[in-house]
């Protein structure tokens, strides 16, 4: 399996600042993702992190709240913006194989904005 | 329309029992079929993956599709406590080239000794 970590593993953060995470993939990884769930309830797809270029944002995420880099292959960073409570959530980075449906998760950033 | 749905539960069952996980996804070209286990504060771990209809074994999991009813179980047999967890189906539906995946609400099992 696909090796994904993430950093940092949890934060509290203050209404109004903003919070980068970063997700290093191993090399078996060509396709990376970011997630988002929030309390008690599933996975919820933020974007897909394009390496080099924009990301590709699901319906309801915009890129000047979540902006996304990808510079190399085997790395990410989202950050998220302008906090509000309402953004206290876990962030999984994902990362996909070439040639494969599976999908592996980082173990997740607990953010609590206060 | 919800794409995959579960029962979310939550799902009780003793130790030693067969503790028994349904889903139901709406797009009928779905190709891919996932269940991830999650424990509380823990990310996604994938046990399961199954593609074509009829059943997956490994271990005490079973996998089970049917793609004519748009149906997919998860079986755990010989349940024990440290199965508790959330479960997980995750659908990758067919032309989703960006590896999207829809993912299930999830159904909280609970195996007590």
Redesign the interface.
């Known amino acids: 399996?696909a090796v994904i970590s993430q950093k940092p593993s949890r934060d509290i953060c203050q209404r109004g600042t903003s919070l980068t995470i970063q997700c290093q993939v191993d090399s078996q990884v060509t396709?990376m993702?970011w997630y988002r769930q929030q309390p008690g309830?599933?996975?919820?797809?933020i974007a897909?992190a394009n390496q080099g270029s924009e990301a590709?944002y699901e319906s309801g995420f915009v890129i000047d709240k979540f902006p996304i880099s990808r510079p190399n292959l085997t790395f990410s960073t989202l950050t998220v913006s302008n906090m509000s409570p309402e953004d206290s959530s876990i962030y999984?980075c994902s990362g996909?194989g070439r040639d494969t449906?599976?999908?592996?998760?980082?173990?997740?950033t607990?953010l609590t904005v206060l | 329309q919800k794409e995959v749905e579960q029962n979310s539960g939550p799902l009780s069952v003793p130790e030693g029992a067969i503790a028994s996980l349904n889903c139901t996804y709406s797009d009928r070209g779905s190709?891919?079929f996932?269940w991830y286990r999650q424990y509380s504060?823990?990310?996604?771990?994938?046990i399961m993956?199954i593609y074509s209809n009829g059943d997956k074994e490994d271990g005490r999991f079973t996998a089970q599709l049917n793609k004519a009813s748009q149906y997919v179980s998860l079986l755990i047999r010989d349940a024990q406590p440290s199965d508790s967890a959330t479960y997980?189906c995750v659908v990758?539906n067919r032309g989703s080239t960006?590896?999207?995946?829809y993912?299930?609400?999830?159904t909280q099992l609970t195996v007590w000794p």
């Open positions: 399996s396709m993702f309830q599933s996975l919820t797809l897909t590709t999984l996909r449906d599976t999908q592996y998760f980082g173990p997740g607990r | 190709q891919s996932f504060g823990k990310s996604p771990e994938l993956s997980l990758k960006l590896g999207r995946l993912f299930g609400r999830g």
